[in-house]
């Protein structure tokens, strides 16, 4: 499984610009996708942050398997003291709410409080923004990367907003995170091949979501092989070559289509188990990366010697 890559050069400006306005920080919001909370968790913003205070968001709750919402909601109460809500962009009063639970965490400060809104590109921040602010302040959109620099907002009861562009990460270790950040849209179309991420988010419907498939496509074979569903789309889509070929370009790019925009269900590609197990598998993987790089180190100065 290859790993996806995405990490522009306004992201690597972004990631430095928020270090450098840290000290005037006194709290983040960190915006998860509900539809993958542990891949769409930016390591790189857990380390800016450290143990400033933190509100996590779970956003596009109407889009993912509530069953298991509640599942990551339950995990992360269990993991720290930080509270996790998860919300829906039509939930304009719970989205409001968040202002009053930040100012609440500083119950003694009578100036402002400055909080940073940070969270992967397309994961829904530039719509939040617009209902606290209660007017139209950042541009929205289904591509990812749309804001590209920092902007200071006012917001009600002494509060100051930072806006900040979605940033990635340099290094996504965890292939199954890029293809995942892939079909959310986190990733730009132009970086990825649209017919692998398909081809992997099929094989995770067919094991996890089969009745949607059927719902959605009249399918109905019993099994995990993405092929039989890519030839039973394309032929009852049209989605036809010359010669009645099925164009699997054109399929995949209706499977992510309805996955994104809810079409197709709510689905969640993720669960706290399956984090455990590839966050294991990584540690693995790591470890045999270093273990090979030390036993290169050591026959190039046997060889020296």
Known sequence: MAQIQWFPGHMHKAQREMREMLSQVDMFIELLDARLPYSSANPMLAEIRGEKNCIRVMTKRDLADPERTTEWLNWYQQLDSRETIA???????QIRSIVHKCRALFPHRENAITVMIVGIPNVGKSTIINVLADRVIAKTGDEPAVTKMQQKIKLDHNVVLLDTPGVLWPNVENPDS???????????QTAISFEDVAWYFARFALAQYPGLLKQRYAYTADNT?????????????????????????????????????GSLGHITLETPEMMIKELNLVDKTREEKQARKAERKNNWKKRKG
Do not use: N, T
């Open 87 to 93: 919300i829906a962009a039509q939930d304009r009063q």
């Open 178 to 188: 890029g293809y995942r950040l892939a079909a959310s849209g986190a990733i730009r």
């Open 225 to 261: 092989d993405p092929m039989p569903l890519f030839e039973h789309v394309g032929k009852k889509r049209g989605c036809l070559k010359s010669g009645g070929l099925v164009d699997y370009e054109r399929v995949a790019r209706i499977l992510i289509g309805d996955f994104r925009d």
